[in-house]
């Protein structure tokens, strides 16, 4: 027995293979293996996305030469204060006015349906819910638009059914105010409000949901039990901490139309907002440094409204 233990070969561990050192030197360099993943999406932001705002800002402080219709590379605030002029100031505040109208009318009616699904629907119907709110961002952009431009048209149901209410007066009424301009909601802001309001909605819904589902349903009890009537618990207690999940909702819905370009172009009036206007400067003008001075505007909107709502705890509701 000794003698064939004598005769066998000593068992030697396997050297590992180039993947099992490549693993070995990861598991002792956690930092190298945090960059190697890190790398990528860190480069592709910093040089495409950083990079390419970057390159916006620089192309507003250019300007076109009169004479020549070129763009002057020499540092300049000619852009902005072409910017400033009353018709492209009219550009940002109308879509500005039309942003904020959209957003708070969207936070009215999200609220009950929210408030419904976090306090009232209980399993299926809670997923009959979601589904519900889901749905429609199923379905293609442009397919909802052109259905909207139908639906507004002066052929189209809501027409039809104001006729049958005897109160298509009250419509021809609304269309002739100077305000809403177009003789159909399918070239006015009000059709372009309507369209806005529905394509955001879920994006307002789903935040408000998800902040008053934190909220815990013994402090609504405790209100009612101290005597608090539905309209103070409302105001003091549900509200309050809902307001997060309001304003996360509104960085959605204010941002999105602040920069859309695809419903003003369809359902909207002649008149532009900012995402036409780019187009419209860096296409048909040719004037890429206005073009990229609009574009500004919704950065730096955005960049305070974020930073307002990080003050008021919206991120803790996305």
């Known amino acids: 027995m000794s003698a064939l233990a004598t005769t066998q070969a000593p068992i030697l561990p396997n050297k590992p293979g180039l993947t099992g050192r490549i693993s070995d ?14 790398g990528p999406p860190v480069l592709w932001l910093g040089i495409i996305y950083l990079g390419s705002l970057f390159a916006l800002l620089l192309q507003s402080f250019f300007s076109i030469d009169d004479f020549s219709g070129l763009i002057s590379y020499e540092f300049t ?18 879509t500005v006015t039309m942003a904020a109208v959209v957003t708070l009318f969207s936070a009215l009616i999200a609220f009950p349906i929210a408030y419904y699904a976090a306090r009232y629907a209980k399993g299926k119907w809670k997923a009959v819910f979601y589904l519900g709110i889901m749905l429609p961002l199923w379905s293609s952009y442009l397919v909802k638009i052109y259905a909207w431009k139908l639906i507004l048209a002066k052929e189209g149901i809501l027409t039809w059914i104001f006729t049958k209410l005897h109160l298509l007066w009250l419509l021809n009424a609304w269309l002739s105010l100077p305000i809403i301009g177009g003789n159909s909601l399918s070239v006015s802001y009000t059709g372009t409000f309507l369209v806005f309001v529905y394509v955001w909605m879920p994006f307002m819904i789903l935040p408000i949901q998800a902040a008053l589902e934190r909220v815990p349903g013994n ?20 509200f309050p901490l809902a307001l997060p999940g309001i304003v996360a909702g ?10 859309d370009y695809i419903i003003p172009q369809i359902v909207g009036s002649s008149r532009l907002f900012i995402g036409q206007a780019v187009y419209a400067q860096q296409g048909t003008a040719g004037n890429i440094p206005l073009a990229a001075a609009f574009t500004v505007v919704p950065i730096v909107i955005m960049g305070l409204y974020l930073w307002i709502a990080k003050r008021m705890g919206a991120f803790d509701a996305l």
Do not use: C, M
């Open 250 to 259: 509104s960085i959605f819905t204010f941002s999105l139309t602040l920069g």
């Open 219 to 238: 402090l609504i009890e405790a209100s009612s039990d101290l005597g608090g009537t539905p309209q103070q618990t409302f105001r003091h207690v549900l």
């Open 25 to 38: 030197f990861l598991w002792k360099h956690p930092h190298v293996l945090l960059a190697a993943l890190l």
């Open 77 to 94: 605030f000619a852009t902005y204060r072409q910017l400033l002029s009353d018709a492209n100031f009219d550009i940002i505040v109308r």
